[in-house]
């Protein structure tokens, strides 16, 4: 299984660009690269997914770089009600997901 | 995109009682769901695995005779947790494959666990 490793903590000012790198340095071929979002008690919810180089839609950007040992999660001018938790899992539909750490965002006026 | 529901959102039970929490997908066929636990302020830690149709595997550490997983269909897996204690007091995930090759998982809400 590949293990992740992303900042446990990051601080933003709202409408600034938020990056949050995830280092997956033993991915496998077949896995593939998804970012949830967690509120306080709520169950994570899908962001983005992406296989390699770059995936964008309507809340995020994801950039995966040529060796796929890491990814970064871009999210353009966030606002306050971007503060949460956000998870970056590796694998496929033939492994069991394992989540790390997380990064918690905190976004302030 | 898919959903998955957990139910019930809340609740509250003695100790000594057992609780069943249910996890359905409601516009999709899951063969595999997945029963993650929450502690406050730390991340989701996988406890089983549920195949439809077969015996859930268990991660280590987690007891199967405490945490009772039955996946009797294709769309509802439950987590049955014994005689629960104070300590079983937590926030219970599960998820579920929708299909496709991506491993892209959805999520229930949630089930918060309290026991007195």
């Known amino acids: 299984l590949a293990k992740t490793t992303q900042p446990i903590s990051m601080d933003s000012y709202e409408g600034q660009e938020v990056n949050i790198t995830c280092s997956h340095n033993?991915?496998?071929?077949?896995?593939?690269i998804t970012w949830y979002q967690q509120f306080p008690s709520q169950g994570p919810r899908f962001i983005i997914q992406g296989y390699k180089t770059k995936v964008t839609n309507e809340v995020a950007s994801l950039f995966i770089p040529a060796d796929r040992k890491s990814s970064t999660l871009s999210l353009p001018r966030v606002s306050l009600s971007d503060t949460a938790v956000y998870y970056c899992?590796?694998?496929?539909?033939?492994?069991?997901?394992?989540f790390g750490t997380g990064t918690r965002l905190q976004v302030t006026l | 995109g898919a959903v998955v529901s957990q139910h019930p959102s809340r609740v509250i039970c003695k100790s000594g009682t057992s609780v069943k929490i249910e996890c359905r997908s409601l516009d999709f066929q899951a063969t595999t769901m997945f029963w993650y636990r929450q502690f406050p302020k730390q991340s989701l830690m996988l406890m089983a695995t549920s195949n439809e149709g077969s015996k859930a595997t268990y991660e280590q550490g987690v007891e199967k005779d405490k945490f009772l997983i039955n996946h009797a269909s294709l769309t509802l897996s439950t987590l049955t947790v014994t005689s629960a204690h104070p300590e079983d007091s937590s926030f219970y995930i599960c998820s579920a494959y929708a299909g496709g090759n991506t491993g892209e998982l959805f999520f229930g809400e949630g089930s918060r666990l309290t026991v007195l």
């Open positions: 033993n991915i496998a071929t077949n896995d593939y």
């Open positions: 899992l590796v694998g496929d539909t033939a492994s069991k997901l394992t």
